[in-house]
């Protein structure tokens, strides 16, 4: 459970990065620029609560796997 969180967090984290380099150095096309600019932060919630998710699982291995499903339920309510 452990490695699997570090491994989401790592890759959300590293989506974050790519997207900053991208928007950084010119790589984003100017029409879409305006909405990719407020991606970034959104990239950020998976590895924060994935990251967190860590040291919770050590506690209680189902509440670390019910914060999962709450990242879940957050796109859900995002879209609908």
């Known amino acids: 459970m452990v490695l699997y969180a570090l491994v989401v ?3 959300a984290l590293l989506g974050w990065v790519m997207l ?3 928007l950084r ?3 984003v ?5 305006a909405e990719a600019a407020g991606i970034p932060a959104r990239l950020l919630l998976p590895a924060i609560v ?3 998710s860590i ?4 506690l209680s291995p189902e509440t670390a796997q019910l914060v999962w499903v709450g990242l879940l339920l957050d796109a859900f309510w995002r879209r609908g």
Not at 29 to 33: F, I, L, T, V
Not at 55 to 58: A, G, N, Q, R, T
């Open 29 to 33: 096309r100017p029409e879409a620029r």
């Open 50 to 52: 994935f990251y967190a």
């Open 55 to 58: 040291p919770l699982s050590f």
């Open 20 to 22: 900053r380099y991208a």
């Open 9 to 11: 967090g790592t890759a």
């Open 25 to 27: 150095h010119g790589h």
